[in-house]
């Protein structure tokens, strides 16, 4: 459902891309904003793992550095028949994890040190299971995707923006309706777009969790894992946490503030532990 989910709400953002696209310069404005964005995004998929690697200060572990974390990943990697990815730790006290990477052969799984002191076995295997998930699905690549219509949506409706501003006689000979249509879909498609994506990245979370579920045979552990990382997040934060980053973790690393659910990169976590509680007990 989940899927089917992300395949409408990624349609749902074609057809509001292709209509923006049509208020300045028809399909040659479009295709030139939609290239603009790609490039700019290019980058960012391309060198995800370094990029965000970087920021968050990660360095690649070993086996002989922290042998039951680099097991675990090693034992689900096999079970997912994923080439086993490299391992990461962040010197944080907040417990939070995350997997980067343009795709399996390039994935990366990134730990805090502040997630192993307060998880046990079972629920760290369930975390490691989610963020494998992540990479299985290549949600790096759904997310670059979206991000990219949604900045070619927002990129046309502001030279919409100004088109309708300094047009000149060309707005004085347009048919009213069609200047307020225009302008209310100038204001709203960037909101909408924006809305689209957060609609995705919280329909990718809920997969994950279910392929973590399947993949560590465990979605109690998982269970337990998000509740005892949503309360730490509320606590402590990721002080250097960066919204365009926020939606890689977990658990949001954001949590110690005040968001509102649809604006929200994570669905929440009490809907999340309900569905694994479902899963563990056979009811989906």
Do not use: C
């Not at 089917?4 to 295709?31: C, D, E, P, R, Y």
């Not at 979206?146 to 070619?152: K, R």
């Not at 990129?155 to 302008?183: H, V």
């Not at 609609?199 to 337990?224: C, H, Q, T, V, W």
């Amino acid at each position: 459902m989940n899927s089917v989910k992300t395949v409408i709400l990624m349609t749902a953002m074609m057809v509001l891309f292709i209509l923006v696209g049509n208020l300045i310069g028809g399909q040659s404005g479009m295709m030139i904003a939609f290239i603009i964005s790609l490039a700019l995004n290019f980058g960012s998929y391309w060198f995800s793992d370094k990029i965000v690697l970087a920021m968050y200060r990660a360095h690649e572990v070993t086996r002989s550095e922290f042998p039951e974390l680099f097991n675990i990943v090693e034992k689900l990697s096999s079970k997912a028949n994923l080439p086993m990815p490299k391992v990461y730790v962040i010197d944080s006290p907040t417990p939070n994890a995350f997997a980067t990477g343009r795709n399996p052969q390039n994935g990366a799984v990134a730990v805090t040190t502040g997630i192993m002191k307060i998880l046990n076995s079972d629920e760290l295997e369930g975390v490691i299971a989610h963020e494998l998930t992540h990479i299985k699905n290549r949600d790096i690549l759904v997310s670059t995707i979206a991000a990219t219509l949604v900045g070619t949506i927002t990129f046309i409706a502001r030279m919409a923006g100004w088109a309708a501003m300094f047009g000149g006689s060309n707005r004085d000979d347009r048919d009213n309706g069609n200047i307020f249509y225009e302008l209310a879909l100038i204001i709203i498609a960037p909101i909408a777009a924006m809305l689209i994506q957060l609609a995705i990245s919280r329909s990718r979370e809920f997969m994950a969790d279910e392929g973590g579920a399947l993949i560590s045979g465990k979605p109690l552990g998982l269970a337990s894992a998000l509740n005892k990382l949503s309360q730490a997040n509320e606590m402590i934060p990721m002080h250097n946490a960066g919204a365009s980053s926020a939606h890689m973790f977990i658990v949001n690393p954001l949590s110690g503030k005040s968001f509102v659910k649809l604006f929200s990169t994570h669905p929440p976590v009490e809907e999340r532990i309900a569905r694994l509680k479902e899963i563990a007990s056979g009811r989906r």
